[in-house]
């Protein structure tokens, strides 16, 4: 009985998947007691690592410490079924199958349906009955999803292989998708006898299986060469196992390949595959701290268009001894959730991948992720020695976007949002304010090096007129000049004047619209957008008069205000007495949420602005 399994064989045990890692007796139990050491699929659901009592009988793929367990061989596990029974049991009507097996397929011991009666009438049942039916009719499926089916074979037991292999192009010809993912495939000759048949089939899931080396002993040829889409995530492959399925011109017209979440780490320098078709290239959730560890890529996938690298340890271009990676084809890039919390990082981008046009960063330090940065640190990575802990935090998510727009020259969209033009110069403007607010002390060839778009932006926005002097203390620039486009803003609350970090000051383009402003404060605050407004308190005087009813309009045209308040007017003025003045009160504006540029309430030559803040 021992003899029908082996190191590597998939089982199933009350829906749990795992893999045969050793078949033996252990220590320390029944004498004479044969085990299976496994590894679960799903690493809680084991007790260990492969030891016991300090004795290591295997070793798993999975680095978790929970993966394995050890299970009695007289154990009854779960059924295994072919492809065409798989399908039946997902797809087809009883009566169909049996006829097609000479017997029942497995999940036919469910009980059968029964007529239903309600108040002593016979109502038709219309559930899934009638589904079935539908669904009964194999040649019309296009998309087939058999995962988690305890699928492991092609053929039935004592089938030929051609018989099987006419069955599968015979029963389901026009199935373009197919999900095979956890089941209990362990070899790649499965799959390519399942696929060889199906001469229509694009797309091919295989997530959660666990596989071995590919043998290419039987077939002829390529028994994948029609897929475009292959997906591996899950399935704990290590290089050596890619490099044997890729290798030999199979996969020949792939264009999208995932890896996600297979623990991967730099390949070894021998490392060789060649997908010339490839366009999208998925390795999320896995090992990769630098993007110098890839630089194996445009090796392997000459047109590569699209990569994601989310959720794994990035947090540099080049590793520490390696000189920066090259990327010349990749237009779209995802990092969100790594590890990059300098903003060189994005200065490095622009040489490691020229083409780059579509950007996804969330999630990261710089842009407030798990790793914060620095309270005492601004947006810019240069010690602040204004800040304080108390002050609000710069790097909002709204200011960060900006950073990174003006640093990265040609991208068009930021974490899913497009760019427009308006939005790319205040970017670039912002960035050229925080470059001069915290490197006054640098020469101009200093902070070219530092910052390799600074003498570019220089001159994109006539930057030359004013190097050197304080944006708020130029009073001659050109009106498209950097300091005719920023306006310096005090923020505060009105009820916390006294308090500390109640303020926040910040020089901001005059094209920002009212809505990115109140998105600014909002998160610099930790504000809920709606639950405030914004009042800019102009320098110009309204004049408030006493009530006198007997003016008339006429009147109070000819009313003019002394410095010490009182009416200095003409008859019939006096009849107010020489006592009465006129009271002058500050003249505030709603910056009413909209659209509209904040320059649209300022005067021209403004530079310098108080902005109340009040919530409701």
């Not at 021992?2 to 004498?31: A, M, W």
Request: with cysteine; charged share 25%; hydrophobic share 35%.
């Amino acid at each position: 009985m021992i003899d029908q399994y082996h190191i590597g064989q998939r089982l199933s045990f009350e829906n749990s998947l795992c893999s045969v890692r050793y078949i033996g007796p252990v220590e320390g139990t029944y004498k004479d007691a044969i085990w299976f050491g496994v590894e679960w699929d799903d690493h809680n659901r084991g007790k260990h690592s492969g030891e016991h009592q300090s004795k290591r009988y295997f070793h798993c793929r999975s680095s978790f410490p929970t993966a394995a367990s050890f299970v009695r061989t007289t154990r009854q596990h779960d059924r295994s079924l072919s492809f065409i029974e798989a399908l039946g049991v997902k797809y087809g009507a009883e009566k169909q199958m049996k006829s097609r097996f000479g017997h029942d397929h497995v999940g036919n011991d469910r009980p059968t349906s029964t007529p239903v009666v309600i108040s002593g009438k016979l109502v038709e049942e219309v559930g899934f009955d009638k589904v079935s039916k539908q669904q009964s009719s194999f040649q019309e499926l296009r998309i087939v999803l058999l995962d988690g089916m305890c699928l492991d074979a092609a053929t039935r037991k004592g089938e030929a292989l051609e018989d099987a292999r006419n069955a599968i192009a015979t029963t389901c010809p026009n199935v373009v998708e197919l999900d095979l993912s956890r089941n209990l495939l362990e070899n790649w000759e499965t799959v390519g006898r399942i696929c060889q048949p199906l001469e229509k089939l694009k797309i091919l899931r295989l997530n959660g299986n666990r596989f071995g080396s590919f043998e290419q002993k039987e077939f002829a040829i390529d028994p994948f060469r029609r897929i475009k889409e292959l997906s591996l995530e899950e399935c704990l492959l290590d290089w050596n196992q890619m490099s044997s399925v890729f290798s030999n011109n199979y996969f020949s017209s792939l264009q999208f390949l995932s890896l996600s979440g297979n623990h991967l780490l730099r390949p070894s320098d021998d490392f060789k595959i060649s997908l010339g078709n490839l366009r999208e290239l998925n390795l999320d959730f896995n090992e990769f701290s630098s993007l110098t560890e890839l630089d194996w890529i445009n090796k392997c996938f000459p047109g590569l268009v699209k990569l994601s690298l989310q959720d794994n340890q990035i947090s540099s271009i080049a590793g520490p001894s390696l000189k920066g990676a090259t990327f010349p084809t990749v237009s779209d890039l995802s990092l969100s959730r790594n590890k990059i919390a300098a903003w060189t990082f994005l200065d490095e981008l622009n040489l490691a991948m020229p083409a780059l046009r579509t950007l996804r960063i969330n999630a990261n330090p710089i842009f407030g992720g798990s790793r914060k940065q620095d309270a005492g640190s601004s947006l810019l990575g240069m010690p602040s020695a204004s800040q304080t802990s108390s002050t609000p935090r710069e790097s909002t998510v709204e200011a960060a976007f900006m950073m990174t727009v003006g640093r990265l020259a040609k991208i068009t969209s930021l974490n899913y949002s497009h760019i427009t033009p308006q939005e790319r110069m205040n970017a670039e403007l912002f960035y050229l304010a925080e470059i001069e607010k915290e490197a006054t002390e640098k020469t101009r060839q200093q902070l070219s090096v530092a910052h390799p778009r600074y003498l570019e932006l220089c001159e994109k926005y006539d930057r030359d007129s004013v190097v050197g002097k304080p944006v708020q203390n130029s009073e001659a620039e050109l009106p498209d000049s950097l300091a005719a486009r920023l306006v310096n803003i005090r923020f505060y609350r009105s009820l916390l004047r006294e308090q500390s970090g109640a303020e926040y000051r910040k020089a901001i383009p005059k094209s920002i619209d009212i809505y990115r402003l109140k998105g600014l404060v909002a998160r610099t605050f930790g504000l809920p957008p709606l639950s405030f407004r914004l009042i800019y308190e102009t320098e110009l005087l309204d004049e408030v008069m006493p009530n006198r009813p007997e003016l008339s309009e006429e009147m109070w045209d000819r009313i003019s205000v002394s410095v010490d308040g009182k009416v200095d007017g003409e008859e019939p003025w006096r009849k107010l007495g020489s006592d009465a003045t006129v009271t002058a009160k500050q003249k505030e504006i709603e910056l009413v949420d909209s659209t509209r540029d904040l320059a649209h309430f300022l005067e021209s030559d403004v530079r310098d602005i108080n902005v109340r803040i009040e919530t409701y």
